[in-house]
Every structure is written in C-alpha cells, then in structure tokens.
C-alpha cells in the first residue's frame, strides 16, 4: 500500500474520530442525518443512472438509424450533383465559348 493511500486512511480515521467526539448532537441525529444523506445520494444516483441509459439508448438510435440514413441521404444528393454536373457539361462549356467572345469582341472594341 502506498505511503499515500496509508496517510489518507488514517487521517480519515482520525478525522472521524475527533468528529463523533467533538460532534455536538446525539449519536441517534447524526444516523437519521447520515441516513437521509445517504437516501438523497442514492436518489441522485438512480437519477444520473437512468439520464446514463436514456443518453445510451439515444447514441444507439443515432449509430443505428440516423446516421446511415444520412449517409444515404449524402450518397443521393452526391450522385444527383454529378449527375447534373455530367448532362449540363456541353452546356457550361458553351457559355464559357459565348463568354470568350464576348470578351475577345470587348477589347476589340477599345
């Protein structure tokens, strides 16, 4: 055991100790505060226990349904995009021709 983890269990020891005999109140209020310390933290615990299942359940839709729906949703709107950027190829290649012209017919005129 560590030199550390040997101070701090006697310190604790002690510490409880000169509590329990320092401690102004009877030893039956100090169990019924003790306890219902010990009640609240459990509740609290039970709370943070099921928020932990909730939040489990809810990563586990998203790994399972959202997330390949989404990749499907990138895959169509990917193939869509080429797609148009394929049928509308000759297209933009002769607006580019119309805008060469135009620019070649500009400075011509200066």
């Known amino acids: 055991m560590s030199?550390?983890?040997k101070g701090f269990i006697f310190g604790s020891v002690i510490g409880g100790?000169?509590?329990?005999l320092n401690n102004p109140r009877s030893g039956k209020?100090?169990?019924?505060?003790?306890?219902?310390?010990i009640q609240e933290v459990s509740q609290e615990?039970?709370?943070?226990?099921?928020g932990k299942a909730t939040l489990e359940r809810g990563i586990k839709e998203i790994q399972d349904v959202i997330v390949p729906q989404t990749m499907a949703v990138v895959n169509s709107i990917q193939?869509?995009?080429?797609?148009f950027q394929l049928e509308n190829k000759p297209r933009f290649r002769r607006i580019q021709d119309k805008i060469q012209?135009?620019?070649t017919h500009l400075n011509e005129m200066k």
């Open 29 to 37: 209020e100090n169990r019924e505060i003790l306890s219902k310390q």
């Open 101 to 103: 012209t135009l620019q």
């Open 79 to 83: 193939e869509e995009v080429t797609k």
């Open 45 to 50: 615990v039970a709370v943070i226990h099921n």
């Open 17 to 20: 100790v000169v509590a329990l």
């Open 3 to 5: 030199k550390f983890l």
